[in-house]
């Protein structure tokens, strides 16, 4: 199956500061999202991104289909921005099967 | 709309019981799935429904894990019997086909499982 690797796995970063996250996979996907889970738990769908670029207030994505990665922008960081960035692909065939992946946790410090 | 919503939030319950989650998807939703994440394995996919009717449970670890979608706005997991192992949170998702392929995934705020 598709395997799905993100970097870095953990990153801090103090208030204001700008970062990327990238996530790379191993065969074609048909679909792929970006999540931020908070503190709490909850998991907030931030892009619907199986190409192309979009962005989304200070928030930002790219996916480069034929080189297999997507890469997730946070400009001006907040403390709410704090929590774990998942990456999660659909290969050939979208049927709607997501694979994550293992995430990258941010801590935004004040 | 409400979102999704799941029940209970937090369960306990001890080594061999039934426990039986519960999700309501986002009304007009045509896919449902379940997750569930450890910190040793991450999020992994259950199984999922397409218009009521299971397309792939090949995620479902064990027998005792069994999934339902009576209707359009309802769908249980039921554990039976229970194992310590099974602690974890598991979350429901719904999506809307889009232009032939899912879309955005929308998910719930999870079940806390802690089985003693």
Redesign the interface.
């Given at each position: 199956g598709i395997q799905v690797e993100q970097s870095p796995p953990d990153l801090i970063l103090q208030e204001g500061a700008n970062s990327t996250l990238r996530c790379n996979f191993s065969d074609s996907v048909?679909?792929l999202?970006w999540?931020h889970q908070n503190p709490w738990?909850?998991?907030?769908?931030l892009f619907?991104i199986?190409s192309g670029t979009k962005q989304n207030g200070r928030l930002s994505a790219t996916t480069v289909a034929t080189e297999r990665y997507s890469l997730l922008y946070i400009s001006s960081s907040q403390t709410t921005d704090s929590g774990v960035y998942?990456c999660?692909v659909?290969g050939s065939g979208?049927?709607?099967?997501?694979?994550?992946?293992?995430?990258t946790t941010l801590q935004v410090k004040p | 709309d409400a979102g999704v919503i799941q029940s209970p939030r937090h369960e306990v319950t001890e080594m061999g019981q039934e426990v039986t989650l519960r999700c309501k998807p986002i009304s007009g939703h045509d896919?449902l799935?379940w997750y569930r994440q450890t910190m040793m394995r991450?999020?992994?996919?259950l199984i999922?429904f397409?218009n009521n009717v299971p397309?792939?449970d090949s995620g479902m670890p064990e027998d005792r894990f069994s999934a339902k979608m009576p209707n359009a706005s309802f769908s249980t997991l039921k554990i039976q019997p229970s194992e310590p192992r099974d602690s974890a949170?598991y979350?429901c998702?719904s999506?809307l086909i889009a232009g032939g392929?899912?879309?955005?995934?929308?998910?719930g705020?999870?079940t806390?499982l802690t089985v003693l």
């Open positions: 048909n679909n999202q999540f738990g909850q998991l907030i769908n619907y199986p998942f999660a659909g979208n049927t709607g099967k997501l694979i994550f992946g293992q995430g | 896919y799935f991450g999020l992994e996919l999922y397409n397309i792939d949170v979350f998702a999506s392929l899912t879309d955005t995934q929308y998910f705020p999870g806390r």
